[in-house]
């Protein structure tokens, strides 16, 4: 029983050690074949891409837009600071928030000082006019004398002519004769003073007249500047201080702030994108408020640089208006987009080819040759025809490309 036990032990013993073996040879066996199978790999690995290059590309895309930030304002505003030389503020005509309309009244002023001299105007006014009346009334009466004396002249003249038929001997002893001569000469006096005094009334009348004329030129000029009204100048919004009229002389707010219905929204470009602006260009307002977007247009550029903001700022910036097409609320936030409308190549993007400008596109990893016309600006070439947006542009390409090969592409 030992001695068999003990062969049968020995036989199992030795069938272990050669299934073993076999273990390990099939196991050398499959380390072999998976290195040679990923050395395999790695060897076609490099020989694709030996055949097949790698390049970055660009995709054609208009650009976003410029935003500048902007605060809504009225496109007009009337402001009427206290004027003392009109005087003291009478009367304010308008209420805070009232619409009104070109030349409405908004407040008037009244000035003592000038009513006084106004006053003392009249008087001398008065006092002309009495004496011009009076030299009137001397010169009707001096004609009156005139024509009175002109009737004695030919009453006598006639009694001369009828004393002609009677001789100079009785004539020289006749009392009508005496008489009639002493009243010839009575009425030529009475005329020279009657046109002595009409030439001095007359010549009073004149000088009264000029000055009277200076007075009532004087008296509408003060009668102005008494009492003076201060009107819109266009269509607008009211806006007043809330001061008392009594106290808006010693107040350095404006009386009357006159807002234009009509909006503007004011901004300003930095030196680096204002050739990019331009008068009458379209933008985009964006409401911060809300998700409210509406159109405008560029009015203006101010071509002088603003002052500087912060001291050490290096660079220039410059204001701009929009006028929006729609009414938006004074004062309120709002952000301007501006759109170039044009599309950019980056310079390595492009190879000059026997006078002729060609881009390399990838189409789904094949490539197509084709002639563009581009512009340079800052750096980069501006597509004027040649390319559409989202199509791809290899970066850096290799000259030696030709239409149909087969390219990688590498996205950002």
């Known amino acids: 029983m030992k001695k068999t036990k003990k062969e049968k032990t020995n036989r199992s013993f030795l069938k272990r050690i050669g299934d073993k073996r076999a273990l390990l040879t099939i196991g050398i066996i499959v380390v072999i074949a998976v290195i040679i ?13 030996e055949s097949e290059p790698s390049y970055s590309v660009h995709i054609v895309r208009e650009e976003d837009p410029i935003l500048f930030d902007g605060k809504v304002q009225a496109a007009e505003v009337q402001e009427e600071y206290y004027d003392a030389s009109k005087g003291l503020i009478a009367e304010i005509l308008v209420e805070n928030g009232q619409e009104v309309e070109e030349g409405t009244d908004l407040f008037t002023y009244r000035n003592e000082e000038n009513q006084q001299l106004l ?14 009346a009076e030299a009137e009334t001397e010169l009707a009466n001096a004609k009156k004398t005139l024509a009175t004396a002109n009737g004695n002249i030919e009453e006598s003249n006639r009694q001369a ?17 005496e008489k009639a001569q002493n009243q010839l000469m009575e009425a030529e006096s009475d005329k020279a003073e009657a046109e002595a005094a009409i030439e001095g009334a007359e010549m009073t009348m004149d000088e009264l007249e000029i ?28 806006e007043l201080n809330g001061v008392d ?24 470009v930095s030196e680096y994108d204002y050739n990019k602006l331009s008068v009458d260009s379209p933008v985009d307002i964006y409401l911060l408020n809300s998700d409210r977007e509406l159109k405008g247009k560029i009015s203006k550029i101010d071509s002088l640089p603003m002052q500087a903001e912060a001291e050490g700022s290096t660079s220039s910036r410059y204001h701009f208006t929009v006028l929006p097409e729609e009414s938006i609320q004074y004062g309120f936030s709002v952000q301007i987009g501006y759109s170039e409308g044009v599309m950019y190549l980056p310079q390595n993007a492009v190879i000059e080819e026997d006078g002729k400008t060609m881009v390399y596109l990838n189409k789904d990893g094949i490539v197509e040759k084709r002639e563009v016309v581009v512009s340079e600006k800052s750096k980069l070439y501006v597509i004027e025809s040649g390319l559409e947006a989202d199509e791809e542009v290899l970066i850096n390409p290799d000259p030696a490309l030709l239409d149909g090969d087969e390219v ?4 950002d």
Do not use: C, H
């Open 37 to 49: 199978s990923i050395a395999q790999f790695f060897q076609r690995s490099k020989n694709g891409s």
């Open 119 to 132: 006053d003392e105007q009249n008087r001398q006014y008065n006092r002309l006019a009495q004496r011009y």
């Open 161 to 177: 002519q009828t004393s002609n038929e009677v001789s100079e001997e009785e004539l020289m002893l006749s009392p009508e004769a």
């Open 211 to 238: 000055q009277m004329e200076d007075i009532t030129y004087e008296i509408k000029k003060l009668k102005k500047e008494i009492s003076t009204t201060i009107q819109a100048d266009f269509k607008g919004v009211v």
């Open 245 to 268: 009229p009594n106290k808006l002389q010693s107040s350095e707010q404006p009386v009357v702030r006159l807002m234009s219905n009509n909006l503007k929204i004011e901004s300003s």
């Open 408 to 411: 990688m592409v590498m996205y």
